[in-house]
């Protein structure tokens, strides 16, 4: 199983960017799909999912209305739309999979993509 994240990079404030993660090896459709990301200093905070069983979306509180969450699930990708960045967004961003939204006992992930948001 391998899940590849890219597009991350640097943003002035209030800039967007658009997160993509490819994966091989599983079957997007098994899993619900994630996006957490990690500043130092800072514990794991979960960003957006999308449930397997209703594809309900969820959002962390810091990121919803900024952030969106979607995949396609025929080709095993998934993206994270980021707009009206902060520097407060700064993070390490990974992409995951995992049985349920919300419990964040991610089954898999990648090995990140870096976001800076500048002031």
């Known amino acids: 199983v391998q899940l590849v994240e890219s597009g991350g990079g640097l943003v002035q404030d209030g800039g967007s960017l658009r997160l993509s993660c490819a994966g091989s090896?599983?079957?997007?459709?098994?899993?619900?799909i994630s996006w957490f990301r990690q500043a130092p200093g800072k514990e794991r905070e979960a960003v957006a999912c999308i449930s397997s069983i209703d594809k309900r979306t969820y959002y962390g509180d810091s990121v919803r209305g900024r952030f969106t969450i979607s995949s396609d699930n025929a080709k095993n990708m998934m993206y994270l739309q980021m707009d009206n960045l902060k520097p407060d967004d700064t993070a390490v961003y990974y992409c995951?999979?995992?049985?349920?939204?919300?419990?964040?006992?991610?089954?898999?992930w990648g090995r990140g993509t870096q976001v800076t948001v500048s002031s």
């Open positions: 995951a999979v995992e049985t349920y939204c919300l419990y964040q006992d991610y089954d898999f």
């Open positions: 090896g599983l079957t997007f459709d098994d899993y619900a």
